[in-house]
């Protein structure tokens, strides 16, 4: 989250390991708000690339802030870039930062200033990288990775070291064993399977 060209989008091509977002110098260039699933220690989690938060008179661009700020609203972990080099603009986004909330000063191979602390963020993590450098993008993997196995009940992995994980991925797999053995006699009762084991991996 953040101002328009602060480096949210090529962060976010780093941290999901493709281009999935365009990069491009002109301000406004992310309208709609992009997500991408992936695994992090273990854990399944949604990342998100959205627009610029800023006021703006061109009315996609406009709804495109609207979904930002929706989606940002019911984020479990945000992270508020600011960018580096420009140190004096003005962020309007500092008015709905809460604490706890991560800052990332971008671009930090080209600036030398320090990172001011946005609003009141008491608990929040902050660190300056360069979204470009391996090294630097590795470190906010983990930083993550690290806060999930904190957030979401410790540090070993979660896939199938608890017995409800176990129960889970053991009915998931009798549902596809039944869709295998009934396939091709009866599309109804496969559907119903396929539908059985994607609830029980849901639970993993």
Not at 23 to 47: F, H, Q, W
Not at 95 to 102: I, N
Not at 115 to 139: F, K
Request: proline share 5%.
């Amino acid at each position: 989250v953040g101002l328009p060209n602060v480096g949210k989008s090529s962060l976010f091509n780093q941290l999901v390991g493709r281009d999935a977002a365009i990069v491009a110098p002109i301000e406004g260039t992310t309208r709609d708000v992009i997500e991408a699933p992936v695994i992090l220690g273990g854990y399944r989690v949604v990342l998100a690339d959205m627009a610029g938060l800023r006021n703006t008179s061109d009315p996609v661009e406009e709804e495109g802030v609207r979904r930002a700020k929706a989606w940002a609203a019911g984020a479990d972990l945000r992270l508020w870039l600011r960018d580096l080099t420009r140190p004096d603009v003005s962020d309007p986004t500092v008015e709905v930062c809460r604490p706890g909330d991560w800052i990332i000063g971008t671009k930090a191979d080209l600036a030398q200033g320090t990172l001011a602390r946005m609003g009141d963020l008491d608990g929040g993590w902050q660190t300056r990288l360069n979204v470009n450098c391996p090294d630097d993008v590795e470190m906010l993997s983990a930083r993550i990775t690290a806060h999930l196995a904190t957030v979401l009940g410790g540090r070993s992995f979660p896939a199938t070291t608890r017995s409800r994980h176990r129960l889970a991925l053991a009915a998931g797999i009798e549902a596809l064993t039944r869709a295998i053995d009934v396939g091709r006699r009866s599309p109804e009762l496969f559907g119903e399977d396929l539908r059985l084991a994607a609830r029980a991996l849901e639970r993993v």
